[in-house]
């Protein structure tokens, strides 16, 4: 699908029809094709960002009031921290010195999908084996939104320390680009969303510093160090007991959108944070979908 049209402007001539090689060279510049990207293509890549690649979370800066969006994806002020990384998320605007300005369509998205950036492999805390799944058409459209957003001239903050080689770690199902026919499926599209959101890659316990997939999937047990402590993901598999196979569809939508568990007492950092800033802005469909298919995880206790 292309995703891009192409508008060609000419200037008439008084004295005959118009004609690019007959103009000076100052108004032949008017005459280049321009690319101009969708409208539709930056609301959906918007869409994408705030409501379930939550972009923000990681490149934006916070502070007790919520995100500052007055300085928008210039970079985020956590550091995220493993034994073979210290790195905190990037400038990802389009200013052309300090952000992606100046990278091509293919640097973006190999950055996205493949977690590869300019200077080589970027840090595993980088979810691109999430967004593996995004369709061409979708991903075309967050780079589109990265493109249409403020450029902010914000250097690289320290510290950004890598080392070592990182194996993917991909999704069952979910290992490889998606075609937008395959989303009419309900079932396809529940986990789409789930894996754009990174529902399992919080939800499934580690071994070695990355999600056991075959093994833990959906039974919870990661560990967050953060504002509120130590936090432990809680099990979302379809276990009556363990998980929430005893949740009604309602349960599971206001812990997905408003951060509030079954009993009502609110979750905890990071899923109260992106459930308010992102998960609430996801659609109707989008969200029934994923609880659709959150309850066909197998139990685990």
């Not at 280049?32 to 918007?46: K, N, Q, S, Y």
């Not at 990265?146 to 993917?168: M, N, V």
């Not at 919080?202 to 071994?207: D, K, R």
Request: glycine letters at 8%; charged letters at 20%.
């Amino acid at each position: 699908m292309r995703r891009i049209r192409h508008q060609r402007i000419r200037i008439m001539s008084a004295k005959g029809p118009p004609s690019c090689l007959a103009m000076p060279v100052v108004l032949l510049a008017f005459c280049l094709v321009v690319p101009i990207a969708h409208a539709g293509d930056i609301e959906r890549g918007r869409y994408l960002v705030e409501a379930l690649t939550a972009c923000d979370n990681c490149h934006t800066p916070r502070g007790a009031a919520g995100y500052d969006l007055s300085s928008r994806l210039s970079g985020g002020a956590q550091t995220f921290s493993d034994k073979s990384y210290v790195v905190r998320g990037p400038n990802i605007s389009p200013d052309r010195e300090t952000g992606v300005g100046a990278w091509t369509d293919e640097e973006l998205r190999a950055a996205i999908v493949d977690g590869v950036g300019r200077d080589g492999r970027l840090a595993p805390v980088m979810p691109s084996d999430s967004y593996k799944p995004l369709t061409p058409s979708d991903l075309d459209a967050i780079i589109a939104f990265l493109r249409s957003a403020t450029p902010i001239h914000a250097p690289l903050q320290s510290p950004q320390q890598r080392s070592g080689e990182w194996t993917p770690r991909l999704m069952p199902g979910a290992a490889a680009a998606f075609d937008d026919a395959s989303l009419a499926d309900k079932n396809t599209r529940g986990l789409y969303v789930a894996s754009l959101a990174r529902c399992l890659s919080c939800h499934s316990e580690e071994v070695d510093g990355a999600p056991d997939y075959q093994n833990r999937l959906g039974a919870g047990g990661k560990t967050f160090r953060n504002a509120a402590g130590v936090v432990v993901a809680s099990n979302i598999t379809s276990h009556p007991a363990k998980g929430v196979g005893a949740w009604s569809d309602d349960d599971l939508k206001r812990a997905i959108t408003q951060g509030v568990a079954r009993d009502g007492a609110p979750l905890k950092p990071p899923m109260s944070t992106l459930s308010k800033a992102h998960f609430s802005k996801m659609s109707p469909d989008d969200l029934d979908t994923l609880v659709a298919w959150v309850r066909t995880i197998p139990p685990k206790e």
